[in-house]
């Protein structure tokens, strides 16, 4: 029981930090800074459900798209732990990470062009981006179908969480500062950073042993 319950602390705050819904609050607020209130809770809500959608698919058809392409779970989790260690560098010094960036968007006054922004860039690349692809098959590829719930419900979870940041962004960013926004960022980074170094020593290790 122990280690199921630590093992769920390790895949939310793993998710937790490489989607850091705090940093991510000021640009759900900056791509939706012309929208009502009411608008604003429609796109967090379409984004965090289609953020959601897409990892689930990642997780459930992990195995599916290891075997397709004859990858390996050492070598998704050497890949993986490089990657989510270079989001976490990039965080660590203070950088939004240029996987989670938005990218332009240019918007109209019509609500469907307000709901896009939803798509992209939150839903990808800036939430569901490759990091969290990475991490979300690397959770859940090891451990049967009691890793893939696990990973599904501490997902769903931090998407909750998420949500809620975003539709009361304001007051948070009110209260946290730009300096704090930056501190948690990179504590975010530094506890990715780690992440990434373990999924790459992991795969390294599985490496070694199925070659021997």
């Not at 209260?175 to 795969?203: C, H, N, P």
């Amino acid at each position: 029981m122990h280690e199921t319950t630590g093992h769920i602390l390790t895949v939310f705050m793993g998710f937790f930090a490489i989607m850091n819904p705090i940093a991510n609050t000021p640009v759900f607020l900056g791509l939706t800074a012309d929208d009502s209130t009411a608008v604003r809770r429609r796109i967090a809500f379409k984004a965090l459900l289609t953020t959601f959608v897409l990892i689930v698919a990642f997780i459930l058809l992990g195995k599916l798209i290891f075997s397709l392409f004859g990858i390996t779970l050492p070598a998704f989790q050497i890949t993986g732990g490089i990657l989510v260690f270079m989001i976490g560098l990039q965080m660590l010094h203070g950088k939004q990470s240029q996987v989670h960036s938005p990218v332009a968007t240019v918007k109209d006054d019509s609500m469907q062009s307000a709901l896009n922004v939803a798509i992209t860039p939150l839903a990808m690349p800036i939430l569901g981006g490759p990091g969290t692809i990475a991490a979300a098959m690397n959770f859940s590829s090891g451990g049967g179908m009691t890793g893939m719930l696990i990973t599904i419900v501490a997902f769903a979870l931090l998407c909750l969480l998420t949500y809620v940041f975003f539709i009361s962004g304001e007051r948070l960013v009110k209260v946290l500062g730009d300096e704090g926004l930056v501190m948690i960022t990179r504590l975010m980074g530094l506890i990715l950073a780690v992440i990434g170094t373990q999924m790459f020593i992991t795969g390294v290790a599985g490496a070694i042993k199925a070659g021997s």
